[in-house]
Nanobody
Framework: QVQLMESGGGSVQAGGSLNVSCTVSGYTGSRYCLGWFRQGPGKGREGVAVINTDGWTSVADSVKGRFTISLDNAKMTVYLKMNSLKPEDTATYYC??????????????????WGKGTLVTISS
């Protein structure tokens, strides 16, 4: 019943910016952890950034200072603003959610729900 739909992926040159968003539907709980993971070509999954309903965030060192995560709880939508993009940021970005708001980390090995992903390509 729970669905996560990403939007905003695309192609951009290195140094540019791109925003992606994810809207959650079918979730009736009031608290959760919501954020982004990515997987580049030939690479494993990497946590990017997550945020819980209290506004607490957990961000990977590789994107800290360049990416900003935010949450609009009324719209049940999470946003990821990506600046100063690098070729190594090229990946499929997956939106993911967990029913626990207390344990909310980009290093989480798993989440309860996953979106289909949106491709972000950075050219040099």
């Amino acid at each position: 019943q729970v669905q996560l739909m990403e939007s905003g992926g695309g192609s951009v040159q290195a140094g540019g910016s791109l925003n992606v968003s994810c809207t959650v539907s079918g979730y009736t709980g009031s608290r959760y952890c919501l954020g982004w993971f990515r997987q580049g070509p030939g690479k494993g999954r990497e946590g990017v950034a997550v945020i819980n309903t209290d506004g607490w965030t957990s961000v990977a060192d590789s994107v800290k200072g360049r990416f900003t995560i935010s949450l609009d709880n009324a719209k049940m939508t999470v946003y990821l603003k990506m600046n100063s993009l690098k070729p190594e940021d090229t990946a499929t970005y997956y939106c993911a959610a967990d029913r626990s708001a207390r344990y909310c980390s980009h290093r989480s090995p798993s989440m309860d729900y996953w979106g289909k992903g949106t491709l972000v390509t950075i050219s040099s």
